[in-house]
């Protein structure tokens, strides 16, 4: 399962309208795509799950995607979420 | 579908109507009820009627009503009373606190999301973390 590692930029964290905007656009393709941050994970698709988990500025979130369109899924949801965020180091 | 929101003031819905339109966008329709008829703080149950008509004549399926507090309850209940048994049927009442719910319940509702997913949705608004965990 193809996933994306990202850190988070903006000062105000992931808040509410990149949020609302990261829903719909994931909710475009038809993979199960979800965020995982501070051990937790969240339906990309629903924005109560992705507010839920407090994405906070300077943290690292990974985005995941499993299905039919999962590695166009993360392009697009990567692109879509910049200008907040920033590709992560890579893991040591 | 569309969302009906009431509040005893005019200028909370408003404010908050825009707020919806800025996170989920401007395909949802958003019709509201507040306060009362001559502009004081208060409901209306004539309003309340003519907002979600206004909803279910627009072209949406159904309608998602959100309230405040206290008599907005009994407003929406005479309001709704005036509807018929068909157009009454289309109308979901959402126990979701306004503000937060409204907001969740539209980009929910932006995505195509069903009236069941976009009311359960609201309803997640009581509970929703706004903290990070400690």
């Given at each position: 399962m193809p996933d994306i590692r990202l850190t988070v930029?903006?000062?105000?964290?992931?808040?509410a309208r990149p949020a609302a905007r990261f829903v719909q656009a994931a909710s475009r393709f038809a993979s199960r795509i979800a965020i995982q941050h501070d051990g937790r994970e969240a339906d990309a698709k629903s924005l109560i799950a992705l507010l839920g988990l407090t994405i906070r500025p300077s943290t690292e979130i990974t985005l995941t995607a499993d299905g039919p369109d999962a590695d166009e899924a993360l392009t697009a949801l990567a692109a879509e979420l910049t200008p907040y965020v920033a590709a992560a180091e890579p893991a040591g | 579908m569309g969302l009906v929101l009431i509040s005893h003031s005019g200028k909370l819905v408003e404010g908050l109507r825009e707020m919806v339109a800025q996170v989920a966008g401007e395909d949802v329709p958003v019709a509201t009820a507040g306060g009362?008829?001559?502009?004081?703080l208060g409901t209306s149950a004539p309003q309340i009627e003519a907002a979600i008509r206004s909803t279910l004549d627009g072209g949406a399926d159904d309608a998602l009503v959100l309230l405040d507090l206290g008599s907005a309850a009994l407003s929406l209940e005479l309001a709704l009373e005036e509807l018929d048994e068909a157009d009454r049927a289309r109308v979901r009442i959402s126990e979701a606190p306004l503000v937060e719910g409204a907001i969740l319940a539209a980009v929910q509702a932006s995505i195509g999301a069903s009236i069941d997913d976009v009311a359960a949705a609201a309803d997640g608004a009581a509970t929703m973390a706004k903290l990070p965990r400690a």
């Open positions: 930029i903006d000062p105000s964290g992931l808040h | 009362t008829s001559d502009g004081r």
